[in-house]
Protein backbone atom coordinates (compact mmCIF):
# COMPACT_ATOMS: atom_id res chain seq x y z
CA UNK A 1 0.00 0.00 0.00
CA UNK A 2 1.25 3.30 -0.94
CA UNK A 3 1.34 5.96 2.40
CA UNK A 4 2.83 8.96 2.56
CA UNK A 5 5.90 7.74 3.95
CA UNK A 6 6.94 5.40 1.07
CA UNK A 7 5.46 6.85 -1.38
CA UNK A 8 9.01 8.16 -3.25
CA UNK A 9 9.82 4.06 -3.64
CA UNK A 10 6.77 3.72 -5.97
CA UNK A 11 5.44 4.08 -9.43
CA UNK A 12 4.02 7.19 -10.23
CA UNK A 13 2.30 6.48 -13.66
CA UNK A 14 -1.25 6.10 -13.31
CA UNK A 15 -1.37 9.00 -10.04
CA UNK A 16 -3.37 12.28 -9.96
CA UNK A 17 -1.24 15.12 -9.49
CA UNK A 18 -0.64 18.82 -9.05
CA UNK A 19 1.85 21.13 -9.80
CA UNK A 20 1.85 23.79 -6.76
CA UNK A 21 4.88 25.26 -7.22
CA UNK A 22 7.50 25.36 -10.39
CA UNK A 23 9.97 27.79 -11.56
CA UNK A 24 8.05 28.40 -14.68
CA UNK A 25 5.62 30.19 -13.53
CA UNK A 26 3.09 28.74 -16.18
CA UNK A 27 3.13 25.29 -15.00
CA UNK A 28 2.26 26.11 -12.05
CA UNK A 29 -1.65 24.88 -10.86
CA UNK A 30 -1.54 22.34 -14.00
CA UNK A 31 -3.12 19.08 -12.75
CA UNK A 32 -3.84 15.77 -14.42
CA UNK A 33 -2.36 12.15 -14.32
CA UNK A 34 1.47 11.32 -14.71
CA UNK A 35 1.52 8.77 -18.06
CA UNK A 36 5.53 9.23 -18.22
CA UNK A 37 8.45 9.92 -16.20
CA UNK A 38 12.06 10.13 -16.96
CA UNK A 39 14.76 11.47 -14.82
CA UNK A 40 14.18 14.81 -14.98
CA UNK A 41 10.91 15.03 -16.16
CA UNK A 42 7.53 14.42 -15.13
CA UNK A 43 4.57 13.47 -18.50
CA UNK A 44 1.49 14.82 -17.57
CA UNK A 45 -1.50 14.33 -19.40
CA UNK A 46 -4.06 17.34 -18.45
CA UNK A 47 -7.14 18.73 -20.05
CA UNK A 48 -5.12 20.75 -22.16
CA UNK A 49 -2.80 17.98 -23.45
CA UNK A 50 0.27 16.38 -22.78
CA UNK A 51 2.71 18.78 -20.60
CA UNK A 52 6.41 17.68 -19.33
CA UNK A 53 7.45 19.13 -15.99
CA UNK A 54 10.86 19.41 -14.81
CA UNK A 55 11.10 17.62 -11.64
CA UNK A 56 14.26 20.17 -10.54
CA UNK A 57 12.88 23.43 -8.98
CA UNK A 58 8.97 21.82 -8.86
CA UNK A 59 6.80 21.38 -6.07
CA UNK A 60 3.69 18.24 -6.58
CA UNK A 61 0.99 17.72 -4.66
CA UNK A 62 -0.15 13.71 -5.44
CA UNK A 63 -3.09 12.19 -4.50
CA UNK A 64 -2.70 8.53 -3.02
CA UNK A 65 -5.49 5.86 -3.35
CA UNK A 66 -7.37 6.91 0.04
CA UNK A 67 -7.79 9.89 -1.55
CA UNK A 68 -4.88 11.78 0.85
CA UNK A 69 -3.08 14.07 -0.80
CA UNK A 70 0.89 14.37 -0.23
CA UNK A 71 3.38 17.16 -0.95
CA UNK A 72 6.77 16.07 -2.38
CA UNK A 73 9.84 18.60 -3.74
CA UNK A 74 10.58 17.46 -7.52
CA UNK A 75 14.30 17.82 -6.25
CA UNK A 76 14.30 14.47 -4.70
CA UNK A 77 13.00 12.80 -7.31
CA UNK A 78 15.58 13.29 -9.78
CA UNK A 79 16.87 10.42 -10.66
CA UNK A 80 16.10 7.69 -13.20
CA UNK A 81 12.06 6.09 -11.40
CA UNK A 82 13.91 2.68 -11.54
CA UNK A 83 16.93 3.39 -9.52
CA UNK A 84 14.67 6.21 -7.20
CA UNK A 85 11.94 2.85 -6.52
CA UNK A 86 15.26 0.61 -5.68
CA UNK A 87 16.63 3.54 -3.15
CA UNK A 88 16.59 2.13 1.03
CA UNK A 89 14.66 4.18 2.64
CA UNK A 90 17.95 5.48 4.69
CA UNK A 91 19.65 6.85 1.84
CA UNK A 92 18.17 9.94 0.03
CA UNK A 93 14.73 9.96 0.33
CA UNK A 94 13.46 10.97 3.54
Known amino acids: ?????NVLRHELIGMDILVSGAANPDQRG??????????NLL???TQKGVRRIQKMHSIFRVRLQG???VE???S??????EKRINLHEK???P
Open 1 to 5: MITPQ
Open 30 to 39: LSGRVIDETK
Open 43 to 45: VIE
Open 67 to 69: GEI
Open 72 to 74: IDG
Open 76 to 81: VMVLAP
Open 91 to 93: KRI
